[in-house]
């Protein structure tokens, strides 16, 4: 495919956006190599001479060529700008940083000044301190730095403070790592990533400040060149002498919207649409195949009909991590079929391994996780491999063909952003997007859609602003903006009451039944899944140890471990004073770790076989499958599970 028809990637885009902030500081750094004359050399005899080969931008009232006097002017104005990123970001992001982590009175109290400073005009600020201290650059880089400061800290300290009661955290705590190792490692790189951001929008809005200063008089003081000064001193003469006061402030106008630009492109992402819309070209999509630019066709086959198949087959799927110079399975040899139009549930206690063994083929793991074996995914109108597929065409599938909803609705959004802005990038990524209005337009259907009431007032609030059960409907909006075919679910009622679980279970039912959307609920309840499951797939010690329709499963479970999970869900019709069924013991850690059934230790109809070998799954009835070898009824071995022990 041509570039006119890919259009501009991501990279040459920003590059674009950037080119005035980099010659900036290009020529803000070469002005003493590059300037062709002395910028304070005074010469009358050559006053106000218009551009000419000795002059390219003319002298000024006073002989002073104005190029070598714009060029220094640059100079002068990166320093400054330098010097106040460099004191306002550090200052801020330090103490945000320290307020989240801290939290309690030290918080508040940082919140509270915090507040104070970002709700003074700077500019009112930057002229009450110079008015004291007077004109000069030192001067001018204290003023400006003591209103700059305040937003780097209150985007710091919002991120630090998400991130805070995080169970990561509560993990490095709990190995030893004191503060100072917790926030130089773990959290001031998450909270100076934003503030980079904001940071390529304020070089213009310090420049600009720089230059109001100086045009006022109580900035760069004469005879040194600066830009502001520059348009002061070509006032007098707009209708005669054009030349003195249009170079400086077409440099001021290029670096402030190149910057505003730039920091619209870096919170955004490559998709958003926004003015560049105007200036660079879009990237078309193929809309029947929903597929981006570019995409490789070396991977994909042809398949059979939409309407044949499973949607999803995984094979023999295994899941391992570095340790101790090898690896250790985490999952082993995970088979299953999803057929389109069903919901799949894989239940299992935590740690039990099946938010791992849904989310690996997909690519939603660590990165030092090593997946083995097959999943294919016969979404769209090609099949596709999933293990080890590159990551530029998995952005394709992610988000698009499959969504997933996560447990923690509130880690997976974004603190800092607004429930409309996500929805709205969502539907961006997934090429439905067209103006601003429209977009915005999609945004609150999608909401509707996933049944939040009065979507229009739910785009403008925060994460920490609306109900765990109507963060995780924000994420149900997000997840099918892409119009997939196929929805994971991870944990989807985890941590609600009772009355939004079975809201938020019926919203998937009819979402399952008006989209023909497939699905896999990962669940730790079989009382839940029962609402909305076609099929289930127990999971213990990461492996599945006994699948088949739900109606099998309930009615007649075949391994010990699905028993115990039916038998500790509470009965209504139980007597007042009934007792829990538990099981006994402690859940399996791996697939590996014993020689026999993980289950085995906990078994109430275990036998000296059992730890021998590991168990396979055998076939016990129509699409019934159990890994006990205690079923008298079984018949033959399913292909394609025999246990490995290669680690790997």
């Keep these: 495919m041509s570039t006119g028809h890919r259009g501009m990637s991501a990279t040459a885009r920003i590059t674009v956006v950037a080119l005035p902030l980099l010659g900036f500081m290009v020529v803000g750094l070469l002005a003493p190599v590059i300037a062709p004359a002395d910028p ?47 004191i306002s970001l550090t200052t801020g992001v330090l103490t945000g940083t320290v307020a989240g982590y801290l939290g309690g009175l030290v918080d508040r109290v940082i919140s509270r000044v915090i507040d104070m400073a970002v709700s003074l005009p700077g500019m009112l600020v930057a002229l009450a301190v110079i008015g004291v201290r007077g004109p000069g650059v030192e001067n001018l880089i204290i003023a400006m730095s003591l209103w700059a400061w305040a937003p780097y800290a209150r985007i710091a300290r919002a991120r630090v403070a998400s991130l805070r009661t995080s169970p990561h955290l509560d993990a490095l705590r709990l190995l030893g790592a004191g503060p100072a190792r917790i926030v130089g490692r773990h959290l001031l790189p998450p909270a100076l990533a934003p503030c980079l951001v904001y940071a390529s929008t304020d070089i213009g809005a310090i420049v600009l400040g720089v230059a109001t200063l100086s045009f006022l008089g109580l900035g760069i003081p004469p005879p040194h060149p600066e830009w502001g000064q520059m348009l002061i001193e070509g006032r007098p003469y707009l209708a005669s002498a054009w030349w003195l006061a249009y170079p400086p402030g077409i440099a001021i106008t290029a670096i402030v919207f190149a910057s505003n630009l730039l920091g619209e492109r870096f919170a955004a992402g490559d998709e958003r649409q926004s003015i560049l819309r105007w200036v660079l070209p879009a990237r078309p999509r193929r809309a029947a195949a929903r597929q981006s630019p570019g995409e490789p066709s070396a991977t994909v086959c042809p398949t059979r009909s939409e309407e044949e198949g499973p949607l999803l087959r995984v094979r023999d ?9 090898g690896h250790r399975r985490i999952v082993a040899d995970v088979s299953y079929e999803l057929p389109r139009g069903h919901v799949l549930a894989v239940v299992g206690e935590t740690g039990s391994g099946k938010t791992t063994s849904v989310l690996a083929p997909f690519g939603l793991l660590d990165p030092s996780a090593v997946v083995t074996g097959s999943a294919t995914l016969a979404a769209g109108t090609h099949a596709r491999q999933l293990v080890g597929l590159p990551q530029r065409e998995r952005r394709v599938i992610n988000g698009r ?33 067209g103006r601003r209005d429209t977009t915005r337009h999609v945004t609150e259907e999608l909401l509707r859609l996933a049944g939040l009431p009065e979507p229009a007032g739910i785009v ?36 609600l009451d009772a009355t939004v679980q079975a809201q938020l279970l019926d919203l998937l039912a009819q979402l399952r039944e008006e989209l023909r959307i497939s699905m896999i609920i990962i669940s730790h309840d079989l009382a839940v899944v029962t609402r909305l499951a076609d099929t289930v797939a127990v999971m213990y010690a990461g492996r599945i140890v ?28 139980a007597p007042p004073g009934t007792r829990f069924r538990t099981m006994p013991g402690r859940p399996g850690a791996g697939p590996d770790d014993t020689e026999g059934c993980a289950f085995a230790p906990r078994c109430p109809i275990a036998v000296p076989e059992c730890g021998d070998r590991q168990p396979a799954l055998l076939t016990l009835g129509p699409q019934h499958h159990a890994a006990c070898p205690r079923q008298s009824d079984a018949t033959t071995e399913v292909g394609g599970t025999a246990p490995r022990r290669d680690g790997a």
Excluded at 56 to 79: E, F, K, N, Y
Excluded at 318 to 324: E, F, H, L, N
Excluded at 471 to 477: K, T
Aim: no cysteine.
């Design 401 to 433: 063909r499959v969504g997933v909803v996560f447990q923690d609705s509130l880690a997976a959004l974004n603190p800092l952003r607004t429930i409309g802005s996500h929805v709205d990038e969502a539907v961006r990524n997934a090429g439905r997007a």
């Design 317 to 325: 799927l295994s899941v391992s991590y570095p340790r101790g110079g």
């Design 546 to 573: 006994e699948s088949g329709p739900l109606r099998t499963i309930i009615s007649n479970p075949a391994h010990p471990y699905t028993r115990g999970l039916l038998d500790a869900v509470p009965r209504v019709e």
């Design 40 to 86: 304070t050399a005074t010469d009358l005899t050559a006053s106000l001479l218009p551009p000419s080969a000795d002059h390219p931008l003319g002298t000024d009232q006073l002989g002073r060529d104005q190029l070598s006097r714009l060029l220094h002017g640059a100079r002068i104005s990166l320093a400054v700008t330098a010097a106040v990123l460099t």
């Design 460 to 495: 403008g609030q925060f994460p920490h602003q609306i109900s765990g059960g109507m963060r995780q409907r924000a994420q149900l909006a997000i997840a099918i903006a892409g119009e997939p075919e196929l929805l994971v679910a991870d944990e989807p009622t985890s941590a």
